[in-house]
């Protein structure tokens, strides 16, 4: 079964900290992952996604297959990250499936 | 495009009426998603809906729930008869062929 894990309820860093936020997932077959932000009094939207490669807001997360983990990273985090983040898990768009979200609070 | 807009953003309601949450998905968008998020279980697909067809409905709690989409451009989701456990935020999202899932603002939903 698909299985989302992020461990960390919150996260609470200071402004220029490094930010790691976990996320280990279970599945049988080739995973996507993505990792999807909701800023307060806004609606849920996507980060990244791991296909793409990217870096978003500074952001970065590498899929690690050997240790099933997808963690999103960021070197010197800012208070405007403060958020609620959550990893997903799916095939495609379709079914995806999350997990139970960090907030992360970067205070100044 | 407003993106994804559902209604009511918010709805208090007594236990055992009925309620209807309104989800309008971006036009030209196939696929349409009905999602529920609480602090205990966080973001639960309830069901999806692809070319209006109700494609997974796996994770709908039971009986109470249903879900339709008569057209491309309105999904309803009805809970009858309501209880306090299903307080919580309802989202819904769409997305255009296995693209990106764009969401809605959700409808925060109370039980008493």
């Known amino acids: 079964a698909q299985r989302v894990t992020q461990p960390e309820k919150l996260l609470s860093v200071f402004k220029g900290a490094p930010v790691e936020l976990k996320c280990n997932y279970s599945?049988?077959?080739?995973?996507?992952l993505f990792w999807y932000v909701q800023y307060s009094r806004q609606r849920l939207q996507l980060l990244l996604r791991?296909?793409s490669r990217e870096s978003i807001k500074g952001f970065t997360a590498d899929l690690n297959k050997g240790e099933t983990s997808f963690h999103l990273k960021k070197p010197f985090a800012q208070e405007e990250d403060s958020a609620m983040y959550y990893c997903?898990?799916?095939?495609?768009?379709?079914?995806?499936?999350f997990g139970t979200g960090t907030r992360l609070l970067v205070s100044p | 495009d407003a993106g994804v807009i559902q209604s009511p953003r918010h709805e208090v309601t007594e236990m055992g009426q009925e309620v209807t949450l309104r989800c309008k998905p971006i036009?030209?968008?196939?696929?349409l998603f009905w999602y529920r998020q609480t602090m205990m279980r966080g973001l639960e697909l309830l069901i999806y809906?692809?070319?209006?067809?109700?494609?997974?409905d796996s994770g709908m709690p039971e009986d109470r729930f249903s879900a339709k989409m008569p057209n491309a451009s309105f999904s309803t989701l009805k809970i009858q008869p309501s209880e306090p456990r299903d307080s919580a935020v309802y989202f819904c999202?769409?997305?255009?062929?296995?693209?990106?899932?764009?969401f809605g603002q959700g409808t925060r939903l109370t039980v008493v």
């Open positions: 999202a769409s997305s255009l062929h296995n693209t990106e899932a764009f």
């Open positions: 599945y049988s077959g080739s995973p996507e």
């Open positions: 791991h296909i």
């Open positions: 997903a898990l799916g095939q495609g768009f379709q079914k995806l499936v």
């Open positions: 036009s030209g968008h196939n696929s």
């Open positions: 809906f692809n070319n209006n067809v109700p494609i997974d």
